[in-house]
Each structure stands twice: as structure tokens, then as C-alpha cells.
């Protein structure tokens, strides 16, 4: 019987079936094409830093005092001639050094991009992310977390109803905005609750020292209020306030993928609600709090606008958290616009850019394969 | 054990409940208010300078007067040709996860991680991938094919496709939840009917989850209006003379000049008014397309249970 039908079948029909489906397949595969697309092009930008083909890279032979540093930038100077003259002493030895030295050059501590001896130190930038990441999940992951539990938990179903949209809400408040919040309020009430919180701090400090010598200058160091306006503190609030919705929605849904069963074992055996709530239904859903933080450091990470419109954007290196900093990613967003395209400069700003595609690969990947894995296989039998 | 010390244990038990209990509670109302005065400081400062004018006006003596309508346009035909773009992608890959894909073949799995993967990237490495991508090496090879100079430079064309890269994975998402809403007995029937596995697809499964693509491509819009990294370096610039009138054109973005008048206006104090109403403008968009997208799930939602 079905060979019959299949017989019925004109053949312009099973010509259409086999198009569709492998046109669909092919359009299907341009998510994980993308994916390397997005490695090779931004690799390929960054190309001249990594593979030394940089002009500026380019060991100077003495050819290249006519002709072939036409498109170097000294070129452009009114003391043509002089750059020449200088230039020309150098011998192989010092070439050598100039050589080597952009790895050195990108590890270390200054970031000058612009100016006749541009500093590329990337560790500033890095340092910088690195705070303003930490000081947003600080902030951000207790509060999404107890608010999430809240909701899973406590919260009556109408006000369930009612928490869960209202957070969407900050989910869909663009990062610029966001970002503009932070330059015309968050920054005026920083300033005026840190004054007040000073010799708080001060006083922490030295209650520190008495028991951790080392903790006290260090935390002095990190927690001193500094005079300016925008900071690590004020750019970590505002990523905080783009990270609270993705931690929030994540655990909300893993605590609720919990079976009831659980809840209604640990209640049976005379646990009260908060007991089941932190010691039963947290731990079982723990993979996915974990994916949900790992997401937002992602977010966190990431963020340009924010970052750009409130931190300052000093590559300062210094763990006060209370200093602006300017994150990798804003060094993109600002630097990219104005540099020269093809320079040193620019493959150096994709190459930040391939950093922070390859912690966003990474992160997404612990939770792709590990944490959701675990999830899966620990609710399979419940 | 003495009476005392259970009385003792229990009134430690009642302290910890109330933490407990309260923590929790105090951060979720926390959150809430706070959430709500964001919007509410945004209303506040933004309405007063909302008008017809605003919205229909281009911006005069640096942005202290005048509206924001070149910048309205081209966000608007920004995100139109970014979900021409990418909603037919996205929908294809959705029919794919949902009808044809063997849920535990390596295929499905990679295109899965690949999606969430997409999601994951920061949207400045897709400024830079429209910078290398579309610009460098698609533009540049038009040109050189062509012998024309335009399509390497920063356009609307190229800001659209590196939006809908982005977007990709929120119009994926959402059409695929839609798809799975639609009955299996459907399927069933027309397969029945002696129809083939696509003229299923096509004239049955897509047609029920029409909304559902709808929810998609608004969910997608509403992402693209706001996000200004990907498009500060593939297009978006802060004043032109004229609208913009081809794919090659460069346009005005509404996030790219919040940003730009909050950090870079001459006279940020006299152009601060007209900032919160541009800024207001763009939540409006951005939210009246999220609570459109969620009615219509709501609906969806609601007649398939």
C-alpha cells in the first residue's frame, strides 16, 4: 500500500520534498556557521598583530627610508627628514627588540594607544572588566537570587503573576539607557552616600588590620573613595541593574523545574517552608543558579554601553573600586570608530574583541554542556 | 535535654524563619520598587518634552531644540530591514529544531549549541564581526567585483544584517516555542490526507503559528531598537543633513545619539530635557513591542491549553 502511494507521487513533488528539507537543513546550520564566521573574520582583522604583519610590526630595514613607509604615520609629520634621520642608527640589534616586544608590549600595564610611542598594555583593561564584573554580581546575584526564590517559594500566585513581568520590564530597558540612568542619577547618589560610608570603611579597615595585617592595606586600597565622578562602583551598578533580570528569570525557572514532589516530601517529614526552601528546593536546582550566575558574568563581561557611558573609561591600574576603569569592551566601542583601519591599533581592538568572544564561548559552554547535562540527568528519574 | 535549651533552640529557629522569610520578600519588593522607579523617573523627565513636534522634527542648535525624527526613522527602517533579514533565517532554523531535527542527533545538538551560543556573544564582537564580515570582506568583494566604491563603507544594508545575526537566536527561540504549540493531530491528519512532510510545513504547521512568527519578529525588533554597540561602527552616525534614502546610506540610531548627546553634547545641561524624551521615546518603542509580544503569547498560550 505505501509503495503504491509513494508511486502516486509525481516526481516534481518528491523534487520540491528533497529541496525544502535540505534547504531548511542548510538554513538551519547558518546559526553554528555564524559561530565561525565570527571567529575567522574578527580573527582575520586582528590578523596583523597575531600573525606580525603589521606594518608597524615589520622590522625597519633601511629601504624603508623612502618608498615604503609611505603609509606609516611619521610620513605625516612636518620633520619628514628628521624622523629619517633618527631612524636610520638604529641598528639590528635594537630591530630585534622592537620585534619582540609587542607581547611584552600587550602585557603590559599602560594602555596609550595614540602618541608617538603608543602603549598597548591590555592588563589595565582586563583588570578593569574584572571589577566592574565583580562589583555587578555582587550586587546583582544576592538580589536576583533571593528575589527569585521569593517568587518560586513564598510569593501568593498573584504576586507571582506580577513579579516575574516587572523584572522582564528592566530585561527590556536598552543598555544605553540604562547606561544614561546611570550618568544623570546613579552617579549623584553614589556620591552622596559614599561621603557618609567613609569612616565606615575606614573603621572596617582597621578592625581588619588588627586581625589580617595584609587584609587592611588591601582593602584600603580597594575600598578608599576617591573624588571622581564615574567609577568602577557606578559602571558595576549599572551592569548590575542589566544582570539582575538574567539571573533573576534563570534560577526562577530552575527553581521551579524542581519536581513537587520534593517540596511536598520535605514538608511531610515536618521541614518548615523556609527549611525546604533553602536546605531542598535551592540545592536540587543549584546547576541552574550556577548557570544563571555564569550567564550573567557573561552579560557582565561583555557590555558596552554601560561600561562606556558610566565608568569613566580610565585605563587606571588600581583595585580601588571607587576608580574609573575602562573595560574591554568599551575600549572597542570607543576606539574602533576613530582608529585607522588596518593599523596596529585596530588589529590590536579585534583581538580584544576575539578575548571577549572567547570568554562568552567558554562560559556559554560550561553551561551548554556540563551544568545543563547535570540538570538533565539529575531530574530524569524525579 | 532541659526544656529550657528546646525553648532556647526553638526561639533561634523562629529568628532564623524570620530571615529566612524576609530576606527574600525584602529583595523581591526591593527589586520591584526599584524597577518601577526607574520608569517612573524616566516618565517624570521625559514626558514634559514629549510632543508631535518632537516626534516629527528634526533636531535643531545642537540638539537643545527641535526632535528626534531622523533619528526615529532610521531606527524604524533599521529594524524593518533587520527582520527581513533574519526572520525568514530564523524561522527556518525553528522548522528545522522543531519538525525535521532527531533531538539527539549531532546535527540538531550543534545547531542548538550554536543558538544558544549566538545569544551568549557580546554585541560588541558582532560590531567588530559587521566591521570584518559584511564590510571587509562581503562589501570589499562587491566592490571589487562592481568597481564601485559604496559597499565597504558603514550602511544601513550592513547594520541590519549584523542586527539580525544578533537577533537570530531571539526570533529562533520564540518561533520554535510556537511551533510546539501547534497540536500534534494536525500534523497527524494532514499527513493522513496523503500530504507530503513539507506541504505539512507549509500549509498547515506555519500557517497555526503564524502569531508565533509574529511574536518573534517583534520580540527580535524590540532587542534590535535598542542595542547601539553592534551599529556605532557599521553605520550609525550622530547628524546628517538628509534621510536616508538607499540600503548604502549611513542613518541616524536613536540608542547612537542618546549616547552620544549624554557624553559628548557641547552643552549637556541645555540638551538634557530633550535627552530624557528621546530616551523616553526609545523605552516606549522597545516596551509597547515587548507587551505586544507577550499579549500575543498570552493568547497563544491560552487557547492551546
Same mark, same amino acid.
Given at each position: ?71 606609516? *604615520? ?49 592588563? *589595565? ?119 539582575? *533580570? ?77 576608580? *574609573? ?58 | ?160 544584517? @549584523? ?99 549624554? @557624553? ?42
Amino acid at each position: 500500500m505505501a509503495q503504491f502511494l509513494h508511486k502516486k507521487r509525481p516526481k516534481s513533488q518528491i523534487i520540491t520534498e528533497f529541496l525544502a528539507e535540505w534547504g531548511i537543513r542548510v538554513t538551519a546550520s547558518f546559526s553554528i556557521v555564524i559561530i565561525f564566521l565570527i571567529f575567522i573574520f574578527v580573527f582575520r582583522e586582528a590578523g596583523g598583530l597575531i600573525f606580525g604583519t603589521a606594518k608597524e610590526l615589520k622590522p625597519k630595514v633601511e629601504k624603508n627610508i623612502e618608498g615604503a613607509d609611505d603609509l606609516k *604615520p611619521e610620513i605625516y609629520n612636518p620633520e619628514t627628514g628628521e624622523i629619517v634621520t633618527i631612524k636610520e642608527p638604529k641598528s639590528t640589534s635594537t630591530k630585534k627588540k622592537e620585534k619582540k616586544s609587542i607581547w611584552e608590549n600587550l602585557a603590559g600595564d599602560i594602555w596609550q594607544p595614540v602618541g608617538k610611542e603608543p602603549k598597548y598594555g591590555i592588563m *589595565p583593561l582586563l583588570l578593569g572588566t574584572l571589577k566592574v564584573t565583580l562589583v555587578a554580581l555582587f550586587l546583582a546575584t544576592p538580589l536576583s537570587i533571593f528575589a527569585a526564590i521569593y517568587s518560586a517559594f513564598f510569593a501568593t500566585r498573584r504576586l507571582r503573576e506580577w513579579i516575574k513581568p516587572t523584572v522582564e520590564i528592566l530585561a527590556g530597558f536598552p543598555s544605553v539607557v540604562l547606561g544614561f540612568f546611570c550618568l544623570v542619577t546613579i552617579v549623584k547618589g553614589v556620591n552622596f552616600i559614599t561621603t557618609f560610608i567613609q569612616p565606615g570603611l575606614d573603621a572596617f579597615a582597621s578592625g581588619l588590620g588588627t586581625i589580617m595585617p595584609f587584609a587592611d592595606t588591601f582593602f584600603r586600597e580597594a575600598f578608599t573613595i576617591s573624588e571622581f565622578h564615574y567609577s568602577s562602583f557606578v559602571g558595576g551598578i549599572g551592569l548590575g541593574l542589566a544582570v539582575i *533580570p538574567i539571573i533573576f528569570t534563570i534560577t526562577e525557572d530552575a527553581l521551579s523545574a524542581v519536581p513537587k514532589s520534593y517540596r511536598e516530601a520535605s514538608l511531610a517529614l515536618g521541614a518548615s517552608e523556609w527549611e525546604t526552601a533553602f536546605k531542598v528546593m535551592l540545592p536540587a536546582a543549584l546547576p541552574g543558579v550556577v548557570a544563571a550566575v555564569l550567564l550573567g558574568i557573561g552579560r557582565a563581561f561583555g557590555e558596552t554601553m554601560i561600561a562606556l557611558m558610566a565608568t569613566g573609561n580610565a585605563a587606571l591600574m588600581s583595585w580601588n573600586i571607587f576608580h *574609573p576603569v575602562r573595560t574591554l569592551a568599551a575600549t572597542i566601542g570607543s576606539e574602533t570608530g576613530e582608529v585607522q583601519w588596518g593599523s596596529l591599533h585596530y588589529n590590536i581592538l579585534f583581538f580584544l574583541g576575539i578575548l571577549l568572544f572567547i570568554v562568552s564561548f567558554t562560559i556559554n559552554a560550561i553551561t551548554e554542556l556540563f551544568v545543563k547535562k547535570y540538570l538533565a540527568k539529575k531530574f530524569q528519574g524525579a | 535535654m532541659n526544656p529550657e535549651s528546646v525553648a532556647h533552640k526553638k526561639n533561634n529557629k523562629r529568628f532564623i524563619e524570620y530571615f529566612a522569610k524576609g530576606v527574600p520578600a525584602f529583595s523581591a519588593y526591593a527589586l520591584i520598587i526599584l524597577i518601577i522607579l526607574m520608569l517612573a523617573h524616566f516618565i517624570w523627565h521625559g514626558l514634559p518634552g514629549l510632543s508631535w513636534a518632537f516626534l516629527t522634527e528634526a533636531p535643531r542648535n545642537n540638539n537643545t531644540e527641535g526632535g528626534i525624527f531622523p533619528a526615529i526613522y532610521g531606527t524604524v527602517i533599521l529594524v524593518f530591514i533587520m527582520s527581513l533579514l533574519g526572520v525568514p533565517i530564523g524561522t527556518a532554523t525553528a522548522v528545522y529544531l522543531s519538525e525535521y531535527a532527531k533531538q539527539s542527533s549531532i546535527f540538531a545538538r550543534s545547531v542548538r549549541f550554536g543558538v544558544n551560543t549566538l545569544a551568549g556573544v557580546p554585541s560588541i564582537v558582532f560590531g567588530l564581526f559587521g566591521v570584518g564580515f559584511f564590510m571587509q570582506f562581503i562589501g570589499k568583494g562587491i566592490d571589487t567585483t562592481l568597481g564601485s566604491d559604496i559597499w565597504s563603507k558603514p550602511s544601513l544594508l550592513w547594520s541590519a544584517a @549584523t542586527l539580525s545575526v544578533l537577533t537570530l537566536p531571539v526570533v529562533i527561540v520564540s518561533v520554535e516555542e510556537a511551533l510546539r504549540t501547534v497540536p500534534h493531530e494536525l500534523r497527524a491528519a494532514s499527513l493522513a490526507l496523503g500530504a507530503t512532510k513539507w506541504q505539512t510545513i507549509w500549509k498547515v504547521v506555519l500557517p497555526n503559528s503564524l502569531t508565533g512568527i509574529l511574536t518573534g519578529s517583534i520580540l527580535a525588533i524590540g532587542r534590535g531598537a535598542g542595542e547601539v554597540a553592534p551599529v556605532i561602527f557599521v553605520g550609525a552616525v550622530y547628524s546628517l543633513p538628509e534621510l536616508p534614502s538607499s540600503l548604502t546610506d549611513q542613518f541616524m540610531h536613536m540608542g547612537y545619539h542618546i549616547y552620544v548627546l549624554a @557624553t559628548q553634547s557641547p552643552n549637556a545641561a541645555e540638551a538634557l530635557p530633550l535627552q530624557y524624551s528621546s530616551t523616553l521615546v526609545l523605552l516606549l518603542l522597545a516596551f509597547s513591542l515587548n507587551i505586544t509580544a507577550g499579549l500575543i503569547r498570552m493568547r497563544i498560550r491560552k487557547n492551546n491549553s
